[in-house]
C-alpha cells in the first residue's frame, strides 16, 4: 500500500500565522485516508504580518518583490519543519497567502513563489492552486470540499471558521460549497482596536449586549442574497464591513456580540434552507471553533436542526493544511482536485503548478 508524505502549508485571511502539516495519505478499497503526523504553528513578526495584510495595496513592484521574499521565507520554514523532525516527503503543497481575489474580474494571486519555496526548502513544490480553476470561469474557491468529499464524508454538513465562513456538503449527489460570509476576520478587526489579536474563547464577546441596528445591517448585505457558487475575501471585508463596524461603533464588548451573532444566524440559515435531517452532523473546524462564544452561539442558533461536532484541536487547527496537502497529492496524481460543482467553473480540474528545486 503506496504512503503518500506530503506536507502542507497554510496561510489564512486571518493572519494568525503560517499552519503547517506533515500529513500521510494512503487508498485502501478505494477509500482515502489519512493521518497527520507533525505539525508547526509560525506568527508573523510584525513586519511580515503588516506587509501581508497590506498587500493588496502596494505597486506591481512591490508586491513581485514580497511574492519573492515571501517564497524563500516559506521555504526556510519548511526546510527547518523537516530537520527538526527528520522527515522523508514526497512533495511540499503550499496554498500560499492570498493577497487579491476578484474572481469575477478573473483575478486571484496567492503570495510565495513556488520556484523560490522550492530552492530554498531543497523540496519539490506544488502550489498555485486557484488560478487554473479562475481561468476556467470558476471562483477559485473555496477549494477545501475536495478533502470533505474524499476524506471526511461521514459528516452531512463541514463548516471552517477562519476569516471567512465557508461550508460544504452533498447535493443531489455532488459536492456544494461556497463561503457563506463572516467569521474571525472582523472579530480579529475589533480586538485589534484594544491590543489583542483576537478574543480567547469568546469570552469578552460573551459579555456583550446585541446591537440591533448593527446586526440588522450586517444582515441586509448584499452578498448575502447571492446564489452560490459564490467566494469572498478581504476586499468584500474591507469595503462593505468596515464601514458598518466603524459606523455603529460601541464597546468592544457588543461588536464581538453582535458580529458572532450576525454570524452564526448567517450560518444557521444557509444550512437549515438544505433541510437537513434530524441528527444530521456539522463538523466545525477554523479558529472559530475554539471560541466557546461562537460555538454556543452557533448552537443556538440551529437548535434541533444539527448536531455541532467539534474535533480535536489539532485537527481544528490544521484541516486547510491537511487539505492543501492532499490536494498536491491528487496533482502529482494527475486526478482532480478542484470540483466544477463547487466554484462553478466549467469543468473540474487539476489544478496547481509544480516546482523543482534548481540543481
Same mark, same amino acid.
Given at each position: 500500500?503506496?504512503?503518500?508524505k506530503?506536507i502542507?502549508?497554510?496561510?489564512?485571511?486571518?493572519?494568525?500565522?503560517?499552519d503547517?502539516?506533515?500529513?500521510?495519505f494512503w487508498?485502501?478499497?478505494?477509500?482515502w485516508d489519512?493521518?497527520?503526523?507533525?505539525t508547526s504553528?509560525?506568527?508573523y513578526d510584525n513586519? *511580515?504580518y503588516?506587509?501581508?495584510?497590506n498587500?493588496?495595496?502596494?505597486?506591481?513592484?512591490?508586491?513581485?518583490?514580497?511574492?519573492?521574499?515571501?517564497?524563500?521565507?516559506?521555504?526556510k520554514?519548511?526546510?527547518?519543519?523537516?530537520?527538526?523532525h527528520?522527515?522523508?516527503?514526497?512533495i511540499?503543497?503550499?496554498?500560499?497567502h492570498?493577497?487579491h481575489?476578484?474572481?469575477e474580474?478573473?483575478?486571484?494571486?496567492?503570495?510565495?513563489?513556488?520556484?523560490?519555496l522550492?530552492n530554498?526548502?531543497g523540496?519539490k513544490?506544488i502550489?498555485?492552486?486557484?488560478?487554473l480553476?479562475?481561468?476556467l470561469?470558476?471562483?477559485?474557491?473555496?477549494?477545501?470540499?475536495?478533502g470533505?468529499?474524499?476524506?471526511?464524508s461521514?459528516?452531512?454538513?463541514?463548516?471552517?471558521?477562519?476569516?471567512?465562513?465557508?461550508?460544504?456538503?452533498?447535493?443531489k449527489?455532488?459536492?456544494?460549497?461556497?463561503?457563506i460570509?463572516?467569521?474571525n476576520?472582523p472579530?480579529?478587526?475589533?480586538?485589534?482596536?484594544i491590543?489583542?489579536?483576537y478574543?480567547?474563547?469568546?469570552?469578552?464577546?460573551?459579555?456583550?449586549?446585541?446591537?440591533p441596528?448593527l446586526?440588522k445591517?450586517?444582515?441586509?448585505?448584499?452578498?448575502?442574497? *447571492?446564489?452560490?457558487?459564490?467566494?469572498?475575501?478581504?476586499?468584500?471585508?474591507?469595503?462593505?464591513?468596515?464601514?458598518?463596524l466603524?459606523k455603529?461603533?460601541?464597546?468592544?464588548e457588543?461588536l464581538?456580540h453582535?458580529?458572532?451573532?450576525?454570524?452564526c444566524?448567517?450560518?444557521?440559515?444557509?444550512?437549515k434552507?438544505?433541510?437537513?435531517?434530524?441528527?444530521?452532523?456539522?463538523l466545525?473546524?477554523?479558529g472559530?471553533?475554539?471560541?466557546?462564544f461562537?460555538?454556543?452561539t452557533?448552537?443556538?442558533?440551529?437548535?434541533?436542526?444539527?448536531?455541532?461536532k467539534?474535533?480535536?484541536k489539532?485537527?481544528?487547527?490544521?484541516?486547510?493544511?491537511?487539505?492543501?496537502?492532499?490536494?498536491g497529492?491528487?496533482?502529482?496524481?494527475?486526478q482532480?482536485?478542484?470540483?466544477?460543482s463547487?466554484t462553478?467553473?466549467?469543468?473540474?480540474s487539476?489544478?496547481?503548478m509544480?516546482?523543482?528545486?534548481?540543481s
Amino acid at each position: 500500500m503506496k504512503i503518500y508524505k506530503t506536507i502542507g502549508m497554510m496561510s489564512g485571511t486571518s493572519l494568525d500565522g503560517l499552519d503547517i502539516a506533515y500529513c500521510h495519505f494512503w487508498k485502501k478499497a478505494n477509500q482515502w485516508d489519512f493521518e497527520i503526523r507533525q505539525t508547526s504553528a509560525i506568527s508573523y513578526d510584525n513586519d *511580515l504580518y503588516e506587509k501581508l495584510k497590506n498587500a493588496i495595496h502596494l505597486t506591481a513592484e512591490e508586491h513581485q518583490q514580497l511574492h519573492l521574499d515571501y517564497g524563500t521565507w516559506l521555504g526556510k520554514q519548511a526546510k527547518s519543519f523537516i530537520e527538526k523532525h527528520d522527515l522523508k516527503i514526497d512533495i511540499i503543497a503550499s496554498h500560499g497567502h492570498t493577497s487579491h481575489h476578484r474572481p469575477e474580474e478573473g483575478v486571484t494571486f496567492q503570495l510565495g513563489d513556488g520556484q523560490l519555496l522550492a530552492n530554498t526548502s531543497g523540496q519539490k513544490v506544488i502550489c498555485d492552486f486557484r488560478s487554473l480553476d479562475v481561468e476556467l470561469g470558476g471562483q477559485g474557491a473555496p477549494l477545501v470540499p475536495i478533502g470533505d468529499e474524499l476524506l471526511l464524508s461521514e459528516y452531512e454538513f463541514c463548516l471552517n471558521l477562519g476569516g471567512i465562513s465557508n461550508i460544504s456538503f452533498q447535493k443531489k449527489g455532488e459536492r456544494v460549497a461556497y463561503d457563506i460570509g463572516l467569521a474571525n476576520m472582523p472579530l480579529n478587526y475589533i480586538t485589534e482596536k484594544i491590543g489583542l489579536k483576537y478574543d480567547k474563547g469568546g469570552a469578552i464577546a460573551k459579555g456583550g449586549t446585541l446591537l440591533p441596528d448593527l446586526l440588522k445591517a450586517l444582515n441586509n448585505l448584499d452578498y448575502y442574497h *447571492l446564489p452560490y457558487p459564490k467566494s469572498t475575501g478581504y476586499e468584500w471585508f474591507s469595503s462593505a464591513i468596515i464601514p458598518l463596524l466603524e459606523k455603529y461603533s460601541s464597546a468592544t464588548e457588543n461588536l464581538l456580540h453582535t458580529v458572532i451573532h450576525h454570524n452564526c444566524e448567517q450560518i444557521a440559515f444557509a444550512i437549515k434552507k438544505e433541510k437537513p435531517e434530524k441528527g444530521s452532523q456539522v463538523l466545525v473546524t477554523g479558529g472559530g471553533a475554539l471560541n466557546d462564544f461562537y460555538i454556543a452561539t452557533l448552537r443556538e442558533k440551529l437548535g434541533a436542526s444539527c448536531e455541532v461536532k467539534i474535533p480535536p484541536k489539532k485537527f481544528i487547527e490544521y484541516k486547510e493544511a491537511l487539505v492543501f496537502a492532499f490536494m498536491g497529492v491528487l496533482y502529482e496524481l494527475g486526478q482532480t482536485n478542484v470540483f466544477s460543482s463547487v466554484t462553478g467553473a466549467r469543468k473540474d480540474s487539476c489544478s496547481g503548478m509544480e516546482f523543482s528545486p534548481n540543481s
